[in-house]
């Protein structure tokens, strides 16, 4: 069974120039020398499996990688495992965001294997936070931040599968591609009054649900409202989380001149390293006349 939950909140407007541009604190911080990081990464591969998942034995994350994956490499390489320590992937601050930044005050030990011409994994662990005070990376405790299988086409990624226990990757490694779970969006904007008048205030109501089989990780929605008449519009961007089954809603208000508007919502899988499938990519956007016929927005 599939939980369906639904989550509200307040959409903020898009930050101003000057705020979009500035970078996030963390920017000055570079990446700790070699030494730090080989130090980092060692601490990782002596990390025993257990510590990720409970249902694996406790021997070293490196051997256990070589034990389960070096039978099933189709061409075996030395070293199984292409580590590096460098900044997490692309960050948000909590499930429901208006703002992406390429990284976050994160490190991360990312690992990758080959597999065969046709599929990667990738391990994703995190071992450090910045700490903003003294502009500093502090060491954490190796925690598991992500694992997924890619699919190749030569040497471009096409798409990716998540695995929720690492237990369990060697069997995902068997599903074919056609069954890999992909994700789905459907939308829909209400707004009241149904009728608004000249003047009025209309609060907008949009929803959007992932009807697929597997989490969108950030979905991004666009939303543009154009009143009658060559007012201002009214633009938003949004990166909520979705589960699989689950609805995310945002309201916001905005003043109708005219009374009449457009509202237009599109809704696509959102910016990261890992590559989604989703269906229906190229769907046309939601789109409502809201009070009446305006002219089309060019």
Known sequence: MIAIAAIAIVVPPRANAQDALAPPWWHELQVPDAHIRST????????????????LPPIRLDDWLFATLAPRVEVLHTPLVDWDVTFCHAYADGPNTSIITASGPELCAKGSIRISAERNIQLV?????????????RPTPPALRDVYIERMKEWSRTDSFDVSDLGGLPDLLQVPFDQWPKVRFKTEIVWDPPKPLPGDTVRFSISVRNTG???????????LV??????????????PFIA??????ADFAVTLPEGRAIAIVSVKHGPGVKTVHQIDQNAQPTAVVVGGSPSLPR
């Open 40 to 55: 980092l990464l060692q601490n990782v591969l002596a990390t025993p499996v257990s510590t990720f998942d409970g249902k």
């Open 125 to 137: 662990i995190l071992v450090a936070n910045a700490v903003r005070g003294a502009l500093a990376w």
């Open 213 to 223: 089989g597997r989490a969108a990780n950030r979905a991004w929605v666009e939303i």
């Open 226 to 239: 154009t009143p009658c008449c060559g007012k201002p519009e009214v633009r938003r961007d949004w990166f």
């Open 244 to 249: 699989a089954g689950q609805s995310v809603r």
